[in-house]
């Protein structure tokens, strides 16, 4: 399978999405604390706007914003 190669830009765009997966997971994890610890209420999920924005950022910056196609592309090739 090729190797692809990104620009600093693209790796940034990369980077900034592959913290937000992260975030989001954790954001959705279950929560399950220590054995007899009652679970906390479900609140609804949030991102902070930071992590959003930086990705929005990386992603304009690298001209991908709004060509999902070309981003996911990289994306796969880089981290599959």
Do not use: I, K
Not at 26 to 54: F, H, I, W
């Amino acid at each position: 399978m090729p190797t692809t190669v990104l620009t600093d830009r693209e790796r940034t765009a990369v980077q900034a999405y592959l913290r937000l997966l992260h975030t989001v997971r954790a954001v959705y994890d279950d929560g399950a604390g220590p054995p007899g610890v009652p679970a906390a209420p479900l609140v609804p999920p949030a991102v902070p706007p930071t992590v959003l924005a930086e990705a929005d950022q990386a992603l304009t910056e690298a001209g991908l914003s709004g060509n999902e196609e070309a981003f996911f592309h990289l994306l796969r090739g880089w981290h599959p």
